[in-house]
């Protein structure tokens, strides 16, 4: 396998699953001999996990949340996600900029054109490529209802101030993540979050295997 980086999202409303496949396609690419980083956001750096800290537990308006995080993915792209793909890493990372568009542009109904600028102005620049806006090569998304999702975090722990939003709130997220999918059909794959979590890998192993990132066969969870 070619030795250049490869940058891979995981979207989805709290409650889909998609971090509990995060580990085991790590190791599915380690077991092919790559190099791979597994990170989050918001947070990622030292710097990044404060404003995590801040934005899910203080209140504040859309704008600032939005405003944070890019702050925080601006530092988490210079000091982990770019070096990490110069190296020829996987990078894996469990939500990124279609998390911010989905929660505070459909979440909160802020402004979509105002996110996409900030998302130019923090994105690019990073790379040996200075006109580079980077983005994930590839997005999978866990498309889950957002009452069955309510289901499974109902008791499962403390919620933090987006958790504890009600059902209408994540209906307006899953519509933002509808529309980031749209705009993007190239590098969205959609995976059934509904399904068990056998048949949601199998759906995710087939993505890679369609993209030659992995064997069609042979990877298991």
């Known amino acids: 396998m070619a030795s250049t980086g490869l940058f891979i999202s995981f979207e989805g409303i709290d409650g889909a699953g998609k971090s509990s496949h995060i580990e085991a396609l790590a190791e599915a690419f380690r077991a092919q001999g790559r190099a791979v980083v597994s990170t989050r956001e918001p947070g990622g750096t030292p710097l990044a996990e404060k404003l995590r800290a801040m934005l899910l537990h203080d209140s504040m308006d859309a704008l600032t949340e939005a405003l944070l995080v890019f702050a925080g993915r601006r530092d988490h792209l210079r000091n982990v996600i770019e070096p990490a793909l110069a190296r ?56 889950l209802a957002p009452a069955v999702a309510a289901e499974r975090l109902a008791g499962a ?65």
């Open 88 to 143: 020829g890493e996987v990078v894996l990372c469990d939500r990124f900029t279609d998390a911010t568009f989905a929660y505070q542009g459909g979440g909160r109904g802020f402004d979509w054109n105002a996110l996409s600028l900030l998302e130019r102005l923090a994105q690019t620049g990073l790379a040996l490529q200075p006109d580079l806006m980077r983005e994930p090569d590839l997005t999978l998304w866990f498309d």
């Open 157 to 221: 722990r403390a919620p933090d101030r987006f958790e504890a939003l009600d059902v209408a709130f994540f209906e307006r997220v899953a519509q933002g993540y509808a529309r980031r999918a749209a705009e993007a059909p190239n590098r969205f794959a959609r995976l059934d979050a509904a399904q068990e979590r056998e048949r949601v890998w199998r759906q995710l192993q087939d993505v890679l295997a369609r993209r030659g990132w992995l064997p069609a066969v042979g990877v298991t969870a």
